[in-house]
């Protein structure tokens, strides 16, 4: 399974070219044990800075444009939750993960990537689809990610649950809310349900869409999404969602998820309320010029 083309890799040696050193490569595994380090400070700060038990927060670790063997070496460190957002990119670094994880003595090359549950990296590892979902996307995704932060409009639910349905498993949803701030007629400054090509839906609609998903078959809806606006401070932001998502746990007892805050903004994310933390260039370091 060729990395080459697929991911983009680090400067010294091109990734196409590195081999895959058991263990991988040791000073890469120092900087990706340093960097943790540092992140698991930082959320744990955060944390007691706003009075919340560290504990509760999950630190996402947003792997897109890095090799394989560094998703491994951050598993070896402890990390077990893994997010991708481009399914060109994440399916053939999934396959790999799981092939390098493979405990040697297991043929590597055999059946699905996917395991029973569903989860392709196996038990204790979980991937996450954080990008912008096309329906005909949705079946490789499914191959693969156990959650889908990502979900905007209602016709990706039947896609998902039909696909999940099929797969014999149950796939996390969280709802994706643009924080771009919007005024309605009264002016108030509110969140929108991210934008759907009909300039963003209200509220109101995020209801509705959160009704579909708990009624779907083989979806299972976990909480909220979003990723703070460019040009505007991210507080006030954090804050539209957490009352988003204040509102959505009324009706969904169990949709308790805030998945915001990146490396820029996880303090603010974690003041308000942020549950999973979506981390990449603070734990792998600056991506080359790649969004
Ligand atoms: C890339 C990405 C992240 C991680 O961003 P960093 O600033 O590198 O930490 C988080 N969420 C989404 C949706 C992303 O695309």
């Known amino acids: 399974m060729a990395r080459a083309g697929r991911v983009i890799g680090r400067a010294d040696p091109p990734a196409g070219t590195r081999p895959i050193a058991a263990g991988g490569d040791p000073a890469r595994r120092a900087e990706l044990a340093r960097r943790l380090t540092v992140i698991e400070e930082r959320i744990a700060v955060a944390a007691r800075a706003a009075g919340r038990d560290p504990a509760g927060l999950t630190l996402i670790a947003v792997s897109k444009t890095c090799p394989a063997d560094d998703v491994v070496m951050l598993h070896t460190l402890g990390v077990c939750q893994f997010a991708e957002n481009r399914e060109q990119e994440a399916g053939p670094k999934v396959s790999m993960v799981t092939r390098l994880l493979a405990t040697p003595g297991d043929d590597p090359s055999a059946g699905d990537a996917a395991g029973p549950g569903g989860a392709a990296g196996g038990p204790d590892l979980t991937w996450h689809f954080i990008g912008q979902l096309q329906r005909n996307k949705a079946r490789s995704v499914l191959r693969w990610a156990d959650w889908v ?14 696909l999940a349905v099929e797969r014999g498993r149950s796939l996390s949803i969280c709802l994706q809310v643009s924080l771009d701030s919007q005024s309605d007629s009264g002016g108030r400054v509110r969140p929108v349900v991210a934008d759907s090509g009909r300039g963003g839906s209200d509220v109101a609609e995020l209801a509705a869409l959160a009704d579909l998903v708990e009624e779907a078959p083989g979806l299972t809806l976990r909480g909220v999404m979003a990723v703070a606006p460019r040009g505007e401070p991210a507080r006030p932001a954090f804050a539209r969602l957490r009352a988003v998502a204040e509102r959505l746990v009324m009706d969904h007892p169990q949709a308790t998820v805030i998945s915001a805050g990146m490396s820029g903004d996880l303090e603010v ?13 603070a734990l792998f370091g600056e991506r080359p010029g790649v969004p």
């Open 149 to 162: 932060h990502s979900v905007d409009r209602s016709s990706l639910v039947g896609v998902l649950s039909r």
């Open 269 to 281: 994310a974690v003041a308000e309320g942020a549950t999973h933390l979506r981390i990449g260039t």
